[in-house]
């Protein structure tokens, strides 16, 4: 039987009005409007492509944003003096910085100058540490809209074998850590795992973060299992793949996202999320 297929979209057109209508009571009840300051250094196309979806995102359900576009040749001290100054300005409630930033730049010294109250990506260690001990102010945007999608679909986590492929900052790690708050078991895999294959056939939850495309194929998942695919690769022919092997998955899974139009359109509301409970606060 062939696995139903997690609309990512469709849900987050869901997520999407509840999201403009907390910020229009927001606006009602406090006279707040959620402010988002959005930077981006250099002219990287995917990520210009990146943040013009964050500012269209942020215009459909009320948010105000400022995008602040530097040249490629800006110096360490002028992104910390932008960022200063976005951490005292009132009307700005998250400050989100694009990454990945030019390499003479600083990536980790620039994100610890984010204000942790206004850092909506989740990335300050502080937050990060937040998140290990279940504290959250902010969650990271693909493991919640991960999260969010497991939710949506009536999925329990409560005891069930959790599989996370990939152990990066952004994704692995802390999509181990919301699973494990959920009361999942989780196993997190990466390039070092030995017999990657029985590790991942044990998952009822499978989560793939690694970057590669069509990496788990059908005889690494168990019949029935619920494989997220938060891979976003772009082939030769210039099509969007996951880390996924759909087409084959889709035959043993019980439910699996797509790509594009899965873990993607999630993510992005996820952002959004955050910025609106930084305003609230
Ligand atoms: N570049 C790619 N993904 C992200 C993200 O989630 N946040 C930021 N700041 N930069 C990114």
């Avoid at 990287?44 to 105000?64: F, H, L, M, Q, T």
């Avoid at 497991?150 to 329990?156: K, L, N, S």
């Avoid at 795992?193 to 788990?216: H, Y």
């Avoid at 082939?235 to 790509?259: Q, R, S, W």
Wanted: a negative charge; aromatic letters at 2%.
């Amino acid at each position: 039987m062939s696995a139903k297929i997690i609309n990512g979209k469709e849900i987050s057109a869901k997520v999407r009005a509840q999201l403009a209508e907390e910020v229009r009571k927001l606006e009602e009840e406090q006279g707040t409007t959620p402010g988002l300051a959005v930077v981006i250094v250099g002219d990287d196309p995917a990520s210009r492509v990146y943040v013009n979806n964050k500012k269209k995102d942020c215009a459909e359900v009320g948010i105000y944003s400022e995008e602040y576009a530097l040249p490629a040749e800006t110096t360490q001290e002028e992104l910390i003096a932008l960022i200063d100054k976005l951490n005292s300005k009132t009307d700005i409630d998250g400050i989100l910085v694009q990454l990945p930033l030019p390499k003479h730049l600083d990536e980790k010294a620039v994100i610890e100058r984010i204000s942790p109250d206004k850092d909506v990506d989740a990335f300050h260690a502080q937050n990060v540490g937040k998140i290990m001990i279940g504290d959250y102010k902010f969650l990271p945007c693909t493991p919640a809209g991960v999260m969010e999608l497991i939710r949506e679909c009536g999925i329990d986590v409560c005891g069930k074998e959790c599989v996370v492929i990939g152990r990066s900052n952004i994704v692995g790690k802390p999509m181990a850590m919301l699973l494990l708050h959920s009361n999942g078991t989780v196993t997190i895999c990466h390039s070092r795992t030995k017999d990657l294959k029985e590790v991942c056939r044990r998952a009822d939850i499978l989560v793939v973060a690694i970057g590669r495309a069509n990496f788990v194929t059908a005889d690494m998942v168990k019949e029935g299992a619920v494989v997220i695919d938060v891979g976003m690769n772009r082939l030769e022919d210039g099509k969007l793949c996951g880390d996924v092997d759909f087409e084959a998955v889709k035959e043993v899974a019980g439910h699996i996202t797509p790509v594009p139009g899965g873990v993607g359109p999630m993510t992005r509301l996820m952002l959004l999320k955050n910025t609106i409970a930084a305003a609230a606060r």
